[in-house]
T-cell receptor, first 116, second 117 residues
């Protein structure tokens, strides 16, 4: 079973519309990271959230981590074709320690298409 | 800053041969690097954690003799796919975090597309 569930798996929106992608875990998240990927390329870091209730914004993208630190959302306002790609959430599911090297697990990704 | 370079970006090899993929942190040191594998339209699956100067830690189900990892310096980790078979065809991607900064994101290379014929 997937430790990090992302929804929806794919999304097609008209340019200018808002959209939200969710990332849910059954375990406490000690760090939540949002990345964007173009097919066949590397991951581009978007935002990192660590505290319950934390919210960060960059340009038209806002990410939130809920108070319980088990769910995060990524919201895009007034979407543009440049927002198209695969969005992945990654998470630390254990606190950092000498035995935890900081590896991340990832959700299955959300493919976003933005129609001009 | 925090650039991770991966080489080659794509490789085609014949079944039974070995392929080496390099991952370099260009402007920072990384005692730990992570190797992921990604199948089409699927998520990233962690294969192993590469530790500078010591043995790699492999995830359950990943054959360590099949996927050899060497992390000889603070800026270079290599993944060698030995005796490659068509089922090894995949997108391999490495990542690293600046040494000593636990509360920072992983930085990813651009990946290597491996096709085994």
């Amino acid at each position: 079973s997937q430790e990090l569930e992302q929804s929806p798996q794919s999304l097609i929106v008209q340019e200018g519309k808002n959209l939200t992608i969710n990332c849910t875990s059954s375990k406490t998240l000690y760090g939540l990271y949002w990345y964007k990927q173009k097919y066949g390329e590397g991951l581009i870091f978007l935002m990192m959230l660590q505290k319950g209730g934390e919210e960060k914004s960059h340009e038209k993208i806002t990410a939130k981590l809920d108070e319980k630190k088990q769910q995060s959302s990524l919201h895009i306002t007034a979407s543009q074709p440049s927002h198209a790609g695969i969005y992945l959430c990654g998470a630390d599911i254990a606190p950092r320690s000498s035995s935890n090297t900081g590896k991340l697990i990832f959700g299955q990704g959300t493919t976003l298409q933005v129609k001009p | 800053g925090a650039v991770v370079s991966q080489h080659p970006s794509w490789v085609i090899c014949k079944s039974g041969t070995s392929v080496k993929i390099e991952c370099r942190s260009l402007d920072f040191q990384a005692t730990t690097m992570f190797w992921y594998r990604q199948f089409p339209k699927q998520s990233l699956m962690l294969m192993a954690t590469s530790n500078e100067g010591s043995k790699a830690t492999y995830e359950q189900g990943v054959e360590k003799d099949k996927f050899l990892i060497n992390h000889a310096s603070l800026t270079l980790s290599t993944l060698t796919v030995t005796s490659a078979h068509p089922e090894d065809s995949s997108f391999y991607i490495c990542s690293a975090r600046t040494t000593g900064t636990y509360n920072s994101p992983l930085h990813f290379g651009n990946g290597t597309r491996l096709t085994v014929t």
